[in-house]
């Protein structure tokens, strides 16, 4: 770059060079905020605007620096601008987090409750947060309540939000918690809840009356609350007065559609090690009229034990089933016999290791401690011909013995249901496929009617024929609004219907429409309903409302939130 002119004294090029080096140098050390520069491509770059390459800075000032490197290329220097070294990057910032921790149950009017959130920012900087409750309307969630709200200037990474409420209204509201930081960027969570809601909750707990000392012991409970309930607590003691057991799996549900609903399945195992009764509690603060306390007894030698579940059980319906049996100290598997109490006819035999009458079972066997031995057989295609109660029998070699009972219900009292499923050739119009099935009890055929008229379908039983059934049909479709009915019924004569309206899309897209004097800008696709909710996300259509789906358009009869054509709410205004 720099080169020695004969016509010029050594010294006085030297101090050039050192002062050019110095000057380059001096620009180099500059800081420059690179935050949004673009990165510099070869061959892209034009006149004027800033890059970065090489940790640095660059203008462009002449119109072939995308083909120079700046501060790569020496010959570059003349097609760009230095202006300084990346000052240091400021790390992205992290949005806010937010959770409600209350652990409230179900709110009853009147009652003082505590509500509870947290909020956390990695960055530390929670400038506002606020607990609010709001009351849910026809038209979105309105009538805000703010029960804790603040503001901080910065540094701050956690915040707490609590506050009491109460209310003497039958209603349904929701709880939000809200954070925002330095950024504006913002967080939320919701959980919904009904004050005043007649509630029927339920609890029934599982557990041995018996058992043999070195087994193993459990308590089950199954829990069902319509309402924000907790979790109910199991608590076991030994004899001697000591708390015993770990907790095994648990598991809810729940739903946010209306009255949140919550379903509970805990259980409880523990070692049975003591000779005695042990005491069994169950807690359930949601319910306390459902507290539960039972008695488990532990004897020692000689006496074997059994339990079976599902407890319940339907006629000709393949399901799960499991038995369990206990033995103080021999290893060996049981013979088992399953007997109709009331018939006294012997269903079931499994001798030894011999599973051929159990459809997919398998069996273990395993030392339960202090010389106990717990054997398990599961299967997941148990079938029973007959109903009623039943009596199951475990043996074993030495000669002890245990027995439970289950019942197996009528086939005609399993709920059932019919699944109609219609596949799209693809096209505007032309051949689909109809098919349907059902496993409702002891049903010989499906009838399946288009607009009212019965089509000659084609039926065929399924593996199991008592509770299995398909029809099929292929359909020459018109364009237009069809109703598709398919009708089971069983050898008692109950029928069974279930019904859904499809569109077939005609020849010329809205043409129907236009003929109906619709203006296809009023039409609000869905989900996209028209009135919005306190978020400003769409919530649902009111009465008047046009929306489209599947090819259709509907008029809203009254306030809905359902899909456009699945039910009353909605009228078949035209094919788009």
């Not at 009351?135 to 009538?143: K, L, R």
């Not at 009465?543 to 456009?564: E, H």
């Amino acid at each position: 770059m720099f080169a020695i002119s004969k016509n010029r004294p050594l010294g006085r090029t030297f101090f050039y060079f050192i002062f050019f080096f110095s000057f380059l140098v001096s620009i180099s050390v500059q800081a420059y905020d690179c935050g949004g520069l673009p990165a510099y491509t070869y061959g892209a770059a034009n006149v004027g605007t800033a890059y970065t390459n090489v940790n640095a800075a660059w203008r462009c000032s002449a119109s072939w620096c995308a083909w120079a490197r700046p501060g790569e290329d020496s010959w570059a220097d003349g097609a760009w601008e230095s202006l300084g070294n990346c000052s240091e990057v400021i790390p992205e910032n992290t949005a806010p987090t937010v959770s409600i921790t209350t652990s409230s149950g179900t709110i009853l009017a009147g009652e003082t409750v505590t509500f509870t959130a947290e909020a956390n920012d990695s960055d530390g900087n929670i400038v506002s947060y606020n607990l609010t409750v709001y009351e849910v309307t026809m038209d979105g969630n309105q009538v805000p309540q703010v029960i804790d709200a603040g503001t901080s200037n910065s540094g701050v990474s956690n915040v707490l939000m609590q506050g009491t409420w109460s209310s003497n209204e039958t209603k349904t509201y929701v709880l939000v918690a809200e954070v925002t930081d330095a950024e504006g960027e913002e967080a939320y969570a919701e959980r919904r809840f009904t004050v005043g809601q007649d509630v029927n909750p339920t609890m029934v707990v599982h557990h041995s009356e018996e058992l043999r000392r070195g087994s193993q012991g459990q308590v089950s409970v199954e829990a069902d609350f319509p309402g924000w309930s907790l979790r109910p607590e199991i608590e076991i003691l030994s004899p001697s007065g000591t708390s015993v057991g770990t907790n095994g799996s648990s598991s809810s549900a729940s739903s946010s559609s209306g009255a949140t609903y919550t379903m509970w399945r805990v259980n409880k195992v523990f070692p049975a090690t003591e000779i005695g009764e042990y005491q069994v509690s169950v807690i359930w603060e949601s319910a306390p009229a459902l507290n539960h306390s039972g008695v488990i007894n532990v004897v020692g030698d000689g006496v074997a034990s059994v339990e079976v579940y599902p407890p319940t059980l339907y006629q000709f319906k393949s399901s799960s089933f499991s038995l369990s049996a206990t033995h103080p100290t021999s290893g060996d598997v049981p013979a088992v016999t399953i007997n109709n109490t009331s018939t006294g006819e012997e269903i079931l035999y499994l001798d030894g290791v011999d599973s051929r009458t159990l459809p997919g079972a398998s069996s273990s066997s395993s030392s339960g401690g202090s010389g106990g031995h717990y054997f398990t057989l599961i299967s997941n295609e148990m079938v029973f011909a007959t109903a009623g109660e039943h009596s199951l029998q475990v043996n074993y070699p030495d000669g002890l013995s245990a027995e439970d009972h289950f019942t197996v219900l009528s086939g005609f009292e399993y709920p059932g249901g019919i699944n109609i499923a219609i596949s799209s050739p693809g096209l505007e119009h032309g051949i689909y496929a109809i098919n349907v099935d059902t496993d409702y009890f002891d049903v010989s055929g499906v009838e399946i009617f288009i607009d009212g008229i019965e089509v000659d379908a084609e039926g065929e039983a399924g593996i199991n024929t008592r509770y299995a059934w398909f029809a099929s049909y292929d359909w020459q479709a018109e364009p237009g609004s069809h109703t598709i009915l398919a009708r089971a019924t069983n050898v008692r004569g109950d029928t069974f219907e279930e019904s859904m309206n499809f569109v077939v899309e005609g020849e010329e897209e809205g043409g129907a429409c236009a003929e109906a004097g619709i203006q296809l800008a009023d039409v609000h696709a869905y989900p996209n309903f028209p009135n919005l909710d306190w978020k400003g996300d769409p919530f649902n259509a009111n009465t008047g409302d046009l929306m489209s789906y599947q090819q259709a358009v509907y008029r809203a009869r009254w306030w809905t939130q359902s899909i456009p054509g699945s039910d009353q709410s909605w009228e078949y205004v035209c094919a788009l």
